[in-house]
């Protein structure tokens, strides 16, 4: 029989039931009482409540402003300079320390304020050409960045572009430097060759890096014919970047050629050579018969054995020029680093 068709004796005696089973429960009773008493206060904090004016408690522009953190105006304005000393065979000096070295901006010697010498993690950018101008060298190339990666620390990470008709992507930022390797030893020679345009393709990239150290290997022989950027044009977004470019200029091939391919290969390597000394980095030059080893182990250890000192700017106009100089009062070694910087 349905519920609603019960007669009202039945309901009694089924609430009579549950009565008689909560009195026979240990402290069934109490509980009640508890229940009871919360639900009369209860009803007596909503009626309460109903006949309070609603306030408005939203905090008050005055109250904001005395809660609010003071404004703090601190004055970080450094300029941090990554300095690399080499001897003559191109091999880091190291164990120097801050009285050893001069800063010149705007041939203003300024005084140092902080120098350190560490090995950090870094970021490189590795640039291949494997344009129809380096038929004959790109084995050589191949073993410059071998060895490179074979002075990488466990932290590093790189990627791989490579010159020809057009910028070319092998490889994003990785770790996994023998599947790097893997890439370039499957991509193919020839074309015309973009080289600048890949240089600026890299820079580009490297601001994408996880490692605030930032570096970029070139391996080419620097000539140019299909790129839209032109020399200058990249000479600016290098400074600006604040990268090191390090390069590895591969030779001309021997053979009877002509006075304007004899000039065009050389104005090539001394793009750059141009390049690396602006930026800050190192060049070396090499031939298509040479070991790539001493020289990729060079570049490998300068850019993770290299000092930073760091000196307050002068006051000027944002957007100024400042010519920067290093010297250091060791003889018969260079000082590379870079030759200025944008005021902002």
Not at 129 to 145: E, I, Y
Not at 170 to 193: C, H, I, P, V
Not at 202 to 223: C, F, P, Q, W
């Amino acid at each position: 029989m349905l519920f609603s068709q019960r007669d009202p004796y039945s309901r009694r005696m089924e609430r009579w039931k549950i009565r008689s089973a909560a009195d026979r429960c240990p402290g069934a009773q109490w509980l009640n009482s508890c229940l009871g008493a919360a639900a009369l206060l209860m009803l007596a904090v909503s009626s309460l409540h109903a006949q309070l004016p609603q306030l408005d408690i939203r905090p008050t522009r005055v109250a904001a402003e005395a809660f609010r953190a003071p404004d703090l105006r601190v004055d970080v304005d450094l300029v941090l300079l990554p300095v690399i000393v080499t001897n003559r065979s191109g091999a880091v000096v190291d164990g120097l320390d801050a009285s050893s070295f001069t800063v010149l901006e705007d041939k203003a010697p300024k005084p140092i304020v902080s120098f350190g010498h560490e090995d950090m993690p870094c970021s490189v950018g590795i640039v291949v050409d494997l344009s129809g101008s380096m038929l004959g060298k790109t084995g050589v190339a191949a073993g410059a960045v071998h060895a490179f990666l074979d002075t990488a620390n466990a932290d590093d990470e790189a990627f791989l572009l490579t010159v020809s008709t057009r910028p070319d992507t092998l490889s994003g930022f990785t770790k996994d430097f023998g599947n790097l390797e893997y890439q370039l030893s499957q991509a193919r020679s020839g074309g015309a060759t973009a080289l600048v345009d890949t240089i600026h393709l890299a820079l580009e990239r490297l601001h994408s890096a996880h490692n605030g150290h930032r570096a970029l290997l070139i391996v080419s022989d620097g000539m140019d014919n299909h790129s839209r950027y032109s020399e200058t044009e990249l000479l600016h977004f290098a400074e600006e970047a604040d990268i090191q470019i390090y390069t590895i200029g591969m030779t001309p091939s021997t053979g009877n050629k002509k006075a304007i391919e004899l000039t065009e290969e050389r104005n090539g390597l001394a793009f750059l050579d141009h390049l690396a000394d602006r930026s800050g980095g190192l060049s070396f030059t090499l031939a298509s018969y040479e070991n790539p080893v001493p020289v990729a182990a060079k570049i490998g250890r300068a850019i993770r054995d290299q000092y930073l000192i760091g000196y307050r700017p002068s006051s000027g106009e944002p957007g100024t020029w400042r010519a920067v100089q290093v010297k250091v009062d060791v003889p018969q070694v260079r000082v590379s680093s870079r030759t200025g910087y944008l005021s902002r």
